[in-house]
């Protein structure tokens, strides 16, 4: 564990109380999170003259997310195994919860644990995010921090630069890339892309807990050693109650991160609020023991677009390119929860299109065009476009899915297993009829095989 | 004790210091406000605001309009989304005040 965060960097260095920057840069990127900073990064190596804009104290003290970074494009870009990580994921496990029963699957392949570890890192955002933005920074980007983007310059239709809240904080340049995270006022108040219904963002909450008397609490709880960490994924009624969803907990070097998001349309219903559910999820007997003791470092809050493919905006403008959460980039099949990856993805190729544009000196939504044909191309929109029909039932079908059948799976396998003076042939039976029962006999079952045939 | 056999009390902090664990520099002025007062007044009977939100910013006001806690906020955005009738001003707190997250 670090000093405080805020005095790891000088803000003395960083911040400039007016910045007159005015046609100084080829481009300004608003925000430096994942998405921002690889786009600067990527500019800058590129040879443009890059501005990053960051609201908060440092990059990555506005930042939440649930916690595993996925690092196959930014292990091309720069040297994660020089950048500050918690864990490598050595297990995955996905447990299905009643409210008192755990149904789980666990994986461990035995290639996790050798580099580079399937590139699934915990990281802690305060560190890693200012770590990339000071990549983007050491290949030659500007960065300003503590300036927040209230509006976007325009001339006519095109994206001329950004107006900031600070003194005469008007900075005008051909490209504009914005990063500015899932709460996109600045993209949203310059009408570049609606705003989203909350039937399609959730809101998660967390907490980073800490074990004060307990050392290797995490390496016996969660059975590893090491670099090697665990990420617990949850879901059913023991996880987010009736609310379409889920929960988790990740293991980071000395801290473990417990938290859990769902639809803001069902927070807003029939679920109580964030916090009683995550109070909920803590004291459920499958996640308790692996807290017991622990004190809360740090609670945090976010917003997650959850729209999938279809709520994906234009991501092109005559001078500007939306990336990362701002453009919705974030799969969550209950599976895969994805985000960071594809951040990194559209960072990159909205990098690459501004520097191609900028070679032909162009600033035209047709000239940075190849940014949406790449993220197109690209594992992003494809595997959204893979898992659109899923989200879309798995949502339709929340009560079986989460409830109904999570419980018909805990009871089978306590009457599978029942100890008593019974033939296994009766206790097979029961428990295969408590199944069926649960998907509706033979013809829903074959019917839920059929719906969901896609999935492999 | 624990109230299951088997099953370890786990201690859940409060709201108010699971707050105090955020750093937080106060801008002074509320980045949050509604639009117009008497939308929450007279059309809002359902207080969807509240219900959403992680850090008890939004409290039901005596006068229907809700009472605003901006120094509470975790600036997650979810009230935004979540006001049925689009009432909610959200603006982000200036110059990098609000909450500084450590981990994230």
Redesign the interface.
């Known amino acids: 564990m670090t000093a405080?965060?805020?005095d790891r960097i000088s803000l003395a260095d960083r911040d400039t109380a007016t910045p007159d920057y005015d046609d100084a840069f080829d481009a300004v990127v608003v925000g430096a999170g994942l998405a921002g900073s690889t786009a600067a990064l990527t500019m800058a190596k590129n040879g443009l003259d890059v501005l990053i804009v960051e609201?908060?104290?440092f990059p990555?003290?506005?930042?939440?997310?649930g916690g595993v970074l996925y690092t196959p494009t930014l292990r091309e870009l720069v040297d994660v195994e020089s950048a500050p990580l918690e864990r490598y994921i050595a297990e995955r496990r996905f447990g299905m919860l009643t409210d008192?029963d755990e149904t789980a699957v666990s994986l461990s392949p035995g290639e996790w644990h050798e580099p580079p570890h399937n590139d699934s890192y915990t990281v802690?955002?305060?560190a890693f995010?200012e770590w990339l933005a000071d990549r983007a920074v050491d290949a030659g980007a500007t960065l300003v921090?503590?300036?927040?983007v209230?509006d976007l310059l325009r001339e006519g239709d095109r994206i001329v630069g950004v107006e900031t809240?600070?003194p005469d904080g008007t900075v005008r340049a051909p490209y504009v890339v914005l990063a500015e995270g899932?709460?996109s006022?600045v993209s949203e108040g310059a009408d570049l892309k609606d705003?989203?219904?909350?039937e399609n963002?959730a809101?998660?909450?967390k907490?980073?807990l800490e074990f004060p008397e307990r050392d290797h609490a995490i390496e016996d709880r969660f059975r590893v050693s090491g670099d090697a960490g665990a990420s617990y994924h949850y879901f059913g009624e023991g996880a987010v109650g009736d609310a379409f969803g889920g929960g988790f907990v990740y293991t980071?070097e000395d801290?473990v991160?417990v938290g859990l998001a769902y639809r803001?349309s069902d927070?807003?219903?029939s679920q109580p609020?964030?916090?009683g559910t995550?109070?909920a999820f803590?004291?459920h007997?499958a996640?308790?023991?692996l807290?017991?003791g622990?004190?809360?470092?740090?609670?945090?809050?976010?917003?997650i677009p959850e729209g999938g493919a279809e709520a994906i905006p234009q991501l092109v403008h005559d001078g500007a390119v939306l990336v990362g959460d701002t453009a919705g980039l974030v799969l969550n099949n209950g599976l895969h929860l994805e985000g960071t990856n594809m951040a990194v993805e559209s960072g990159f190729h909205a990098g690459k299109a501004v520097a191609d544009a900028a070679d032909r000196g162009r600033t035209d939504a047709d000239a940075l065009a190849g940014y949406r044909e790449a993220l197109e191309s690209s594992f992003v929109v494809r595997n959204l476009d893979r898992y659109e029909w899923l989200i879309e039932r798995v949502q339709e079908d929340r009560q079986l899915l989460f409830e109904e059948l999570p419980r018909a799976v805990a009871d089978a396998g306590s009457e599978y297993f029942r100890m008593d003076r019974a033939p296994k042939d009766d206790h097979a039976e029961t428990a295969k009829r408590e199944l069926l029962q649960a998907v509706g006999g033979y013809t829903g079952a074959a019917k839920l095989a059929v719906r969901y045939r896609n999935l492999l | 004790m624990s109230v299951?056999p088997?099953?370890?009390?786990?201690?859940?902090?409060s709201?108010e210091?699971?707050?105090y664990?955020?750093?937080y520099e106060d801008p002074g002025d509320s980045h949050l406000d509604v639009t117009i007062p008497g939308i929450c007044a007279e059309k809002c009977h359902?207080d969807?605001c509240?219900?959403?939100?992680?850090?008890?910013v939004w409290r039901v006001g005596e006068d229907g309009v809700p009472e605003i806690a901006y120094e509470n906020c975790?600036?997650?955005?979810?009230c935004?989304?979540?006001c049925?009738h689009?009432n909610v001003e959200?603006?982000?707190?200036?110059?990098?005040a609000?909450?500084?997250?450590?981990?994230?």
Do not use: M
Request: include cysteine; charged fraction near 30%; aromatic fraction near 6%.
């Open positions: 405080d965060a805020t609201r908060g104290r990555g003290a506005k930042n939440v997310f008192d802690r955002r305060g995010d921090c503590r300036t927040t209230t809240d600070r899932g709460n006022l705003r989203e219904r909350r963002v809101v998660g909450v907490e980073v980071n801290t991160s803001l927070a807003a219903t609020d964030p916090e995550l109070d803590k004291s007997p996640v308790a023991p807290l017991r622990a004190r809360t470092v740090e609670y945090t809050a976010k917003t | 299951q088997g099953i370890p009390d786990v201690d859940n902090e709201l210091d699971r707050l664990t955020v750093k359902t969807d509240v219900s959403v939100c992680p850090a008890g975790l600036e997650c955005g979810s935004r989304w979540a049925p689009g959200w603006t982000y707190p200036d110059t990098g609000g909450v500084t997250y450590k981990h994230g």
